[in-house]
């Protein structure tokens, strides 16, 4: 399929500049670590494949489409009579997500643009997203534009995080990292970022304000798999998420680095299982039916 997409009815801009420009940039690691990611995450897939029961056909559009591999799935899914439109506000990750499409052969367009004010194109049966609704600076403005791009009767169930308290995988690196450097500035309560969707309550306050009344926000508890062990995961765990980033906020010397790296492997070795890394995580499935 043909790359991103590129029009005056696709914009990025204000009010989610910040974030184009943060994936346009930090977008490279996820790049770099695609196999990783891929695999860690595939049981939110599973999860989303299987309540959302997509069937041969169907019109999809995926939000936050990172590199393409939750778009991969729910191609299989829909077969070579359903079409998928997979949306990113990162140029290069989106880039990469076409080059996967292209190899696969699979019938997935990408679509360059910001979802909270894109103009989309409709007829879609469901949005779908892996973790890609979270960043939105209003995120009921957001929902309701996406909704726009649905028929009628269609449906919306995405996968966002549950708070750090209940995921480990947030949870231990964060406080490792703070540990050895100090903690990074303040964030307002639900601001855009990985835990912009934790809090259930203002989520469903966001989805009254979009306008929705039939709609689930059920927190679930999967586990994320790595076939690798903690040493493996803790060399992983400095390169992307929030250790990552606390490591570049404070420009952290070699030394700090390295001691972050040796207290995560440790932190690890509690969720491994007969070898492989196995974390339990609890997410937000968002499930919304369109008017």
């Known amino acids: 399929m043909a ?42 897939s599973d999860v989303l494949l299987g309540l959302t029961g997509f069937q041969a056909g169907q019109r999809v559009l995926d939000i936050g489409c990172g590199t393409g591999a939750h ?8 077969g070579p009579t359903g079409e998928v439109v997979a949306l990113d506000i990162s140029e290069p990750l989106l880039n990469r997500a076409a080059e996967r499409f292209t190899k696969a052969r699979a019938r997935v367009h990408t679509l360059l643009g910001d ?17 890609g609704v979270m960043f939105f600076a209003d995120p009921a403005a957001a929902f309701a534009n996406i909704a726009r791009a649905l ?21 231990l690196p964060l406080n490792i990292a703070k540990a050895r450097l100090g903690s990074p500035p303040p964030t307002p309560p639900n601001a855009p970022g990985p835990m912009g969707l934790a809090d259930i309550g203002f989520l469903e306050g ?25 040493a493996e995961m803790a060399a992983l765990s400095i390169r992307i998420g929030p250790a990552a980033r606390l490591i570049r906020l404070f420009e952290a010397r070699q030394a700090d680095v390295d001691a972050i790296e040796e207290d995560l492997a440790r932190a690890y070795e509690d969720y491994v299982d007969d070898g492989v890394f196995a974390m339990p995580a609890t997410l937000n499935i968002i499930d919304v039916r369109v008017p």
């Open 3 to 44: 790359g991103p997409r590129k029009g005056d009815d696709v914009v990025i801009d204000d009010p989610n500049a910040r974030e184009a420009e943060y994936w346009a940039t930090s977008g490279r690691s996820w790049i770099e670590h695609e196999a990783f990611q891929d695999q860690l995450l595939r049981p939110v």
């Open 151 to 171: 028929r009628p009767g269609g449906r919306m169930v995405f996968a966002a995080w549950a708070p750090v308290a209940a995921n480990p995988w947030w949870r």
């Open 206 to 230: 966001q989805l009254i304000d979009a306008g929705f009344t039939e709609f689930a926000v059920t927190p679930t508890t999967i586990t994320l798999g790595y076939i690798g062990g903690p």
């Open 71 to 78: 778009a991969l799935a729910v191609s299989e899914a829909v």
């Open 115 to 131: 979802a909270q004010i894109a103009d989309l194109p409709n007829g879609h049966d469901v949005a779908t997203s892996r973790f």
